[in-house]
C-alpha cells in the first residue's frame, strides 16, 4: 500500500454565531512542504469559495503565513479566510506574540488582527484604491440589475484591496435584497468594463436588524453568475469607500449579508483613530480532522 501522511484540517464557518449561517471556509495546517499545485488540487476538492493553508512565516512580525486559493486561483487577499484562518490556529492552541493581536503574512503583506471580544476578531482593512465608474455605465449597470434604484449620490466605485469589487449603493436593504441579473446585459457590462465583482449595500430602517444589508455577486463561473454568502474583502471595502465619500455612519456600524441565500452572516465594522476600518466576526467550528495525502 502507497505510504500517506496526514495534515490537521478544519472546516469553520465565519461571520455568524450560527453554525451553518455564514461562510465556510476549509484550513489545512502544516502545508510548507505542500507546492502550489498541491494546493489548488486540495482547494479544488474542498470546493468552497476558499481553502486556506497556514504555513510558517517568513517574516519575523508575523504570527503565520496564509495562502488563499479558490477552486480555480490563488488569492492575494480575502476577508472570510482571515478571520478564518486565525480562528483556526487560535482553536489549535497557538499563543499570539501579543496577546489578544495577530499578524498574518499573505500575499498582500502584513495584515493585523485584533480581538475586540471574546471570540470575536476583526482585521484592518488593507489599503485599497478607487476607481470611480465612469458615468457613461451608470445606466447600463442600472440595466444589468434590473433596477432604477441606484443611488448615484454614492457613485458607483471599483475598489481593489486584492479583490476588486465594484461598489454600489441602493437607497433600502429591500432594494438590495430586490436585485436580480439580466444575464445578457451584465455580460455585457462586464466585457465592456472588465468588472465581474459587484457589491451592493443599501441601509435598513433605524429599527432594522443591521446599519446595512449587503450583497455580494460574482459573474463568469459555470452558472452565470455565484452568490457571496459573507464577504470579507468587500465589506472591508464598501468600509474604505464609505469614509474616501464622507458617508459613513459615525464611528462603528453594522452589516448582514447572506439574507438572500438564507444565511444570517453579521459584521462588525469600527474605525479606529487612524480612521482605518476594522472588519470582525465570530466564527464556528464545524469539522475537525485531517487530509491523507499521497
Not at 458615468?135 to 440589475?145: P, T, V
Request: aromatic share 8%.
Amino acid at each position: 500500500m502507497r505510504p500517506t501522511r496526514r495534515v490537521r484540517f478544519m472546516q469553520v464557518d465565519v461571520f455568524t454565531s450560527s453554525p451553518f449561517k455564514g461562510n465556510p471556509l476549509a484550513v489545512v495546517f502544516d502545508a510548507d512542504d505542500l507546492d502550489t499545485e498541491q494546493m489548488q488540487t486540495i482547494a479544488r476538492w474542498t470546493n468552497l469559495s476558499e481553502t486556506a493553508f497556514l504555513l510558517r512565516p517568513t517574516d519575523p512580525e508575523a504570527d503565520y503565513r496564509v495562502r488563499i486559493f479558490t477552486t480555480t486561483y490563488e488569492m492575494p487577499f480575502a476577508g472570510h479566510p482571515t478571520l478564518g484562518s486565525a480562528h483556526a490556529l487560535l482553536a489549535n492552541g497557538y499563543r499570539p506574540k501579543r496577546a489578544g493581536h495577530l499578524v498574518q503574512q499573505c500575499n498582500i503583506g502584513l495584515v493585523q488582527l485584533a480581538e475586540q471580544a471574546p471570540g470575536h476578531w476583526a482585521f484592518a482593512a488593507p489599503p485599497a484604491t478607487f476607481t470611480p465608474l465612469d458615468a457613461i455605465h451608470h445606466a447600463a449597470l442600472a440595466q444589468a440589475w434590473h433596477t432604477d434604484a441606484l443611488d448615484l449620490g454614492a457613485p458607483p466605485c471599483l475598489v481593489n484591496n486584492g479583490p476588486a469589487w465594484l461598489v454600489t449603493r441602493v437607497p433600502s436593504a429591500d432594494a438590495c435584497l430586490a436585485l436580480h441579473p439580466d444575464l445578457a446585459r451584465l455580460e455585457r457590462f462586464a466585457y465592456d468594463t472588465g468588472i465581474h465583482k459587484f457589491a451592493f449595500y443599501g441601509p435598513h430602517a433605524n429599527d432594522g436588524p443591521t446599519t446595512f444589508e449587503v450583497r455580494c455577486l460574482i459573474t463568469g463561473g459555470d452558472i452565470g453568475i455565484e452568490e457571496d454568502p459573507v464577504t470579507g474583502s468587500a465589506n472591508a471595502g464598501i468600509a474604505c469607500l464609505l469614509r474616501q465619500q464622507n458617508l459613513h455612519p459615525g464611528d462603528s456600524y453594522t452589516v448582514r449579508q447572506g439574507t438572500a441565500l438564507k444565511r444570517d452572516g453579521r459584521l462588525s465594522i469600527r474605525y479606529d483613530e487612524t480612521g482605518t476600518p476594522w472588519i470582525g466576526g465570530t466564527t464556528e467550528t464545524m469539522i475537525e480532522g485531517s487530509i491523507h495525502l499521497a
